[in-house]
């Protein structure tokens, strides 16, 4: 379960080439774009530009490189020709990349054109829930920690948190041991040790927390027609706290100083409608 030094190394590797996919994102006008235009887009990047492999495409059965969950689409949305994004449209991607056999995991929530108020709200409440687990990660800290950070700033914002779906393990496999929980108690579930590497990744509803699958047995949507959005990072336990291992050129000093964004959220940048501290 635990990783070596090496491991983590190599991990981090896989890590920042992650993170120039979703620059490339950063970078790419979304409205008018169907999802699997961007599919495609992100394909070729992984491949050709990164020499990697999209680990999420095969995987399960899965046909394609991300996940695409526009506005009421909590996770494990199939991209579509006939999905067009659209001015008001929120939009997660989750991807994956292995390099060298280990893989790294991000996903992160887009705001496209002029969102509603609302819906900025989500994504702000999501992106610092997601911070607030990562925050309460160290060496003795037990997983339940985290749950319990994230769920408290969810409520506070208004928002529930989907219980279905959690983070999880990674390295050679995209998903290891332990299971990782968005909500729960303080002080229970697993220590964690120096070396531990998974997901932080919650995803939160406007509304209630209930969801249901979609007859193509991927597409998970809230079943009260919500928003939802989510946010993730790959992290790793060192000896004094936590390494982000998906972490983006905007978020650093993220973990070392909270004061850096995530307490007042998420601002939007013009050029791409992404949320950044």
Known sequence: MTKTSHEVALLAESGRLLVSVFSLLDRTPLAGKSTLEIDAMVERFIVDDLAARPASKGQYGFAFVLNSSVNHVVCHGVPSAADALKDGDIVNFDITLEKNGYIADSSKTYLVGEVAPAARRLVQATYEAMWKGIRAVRPGARLGDIGWAIERHAKRNGCSVVREYCGHGIGRQMHEAPQVRHFGERGTGME???????????????GGRSVKTLGDGWTVVT???????????????????????????????????????????????????????
Do not use: K, W, Y
């Open 192 to 206: 964690l040790r120096e070396g531990m590497v998974f997901t932080i990744e919650p995803m939160l509803n406007r």
């Open 223 to 277: 079943r009260d027609g919500s928003l939802s959005a989510q946010f993730e990072h790959t992290v790793a336990v060192t000896a004094t706290g936590v390494a982000v291992l998906t972490l983006r050129p905007e978020e650093r000093g993220m973990v070392a100083n909270p004061a850096a964004g995530a307490a007042a959220g998420p601002a939007i940048t013009a050029a791409s409608g992404t949320p950044r501290p």
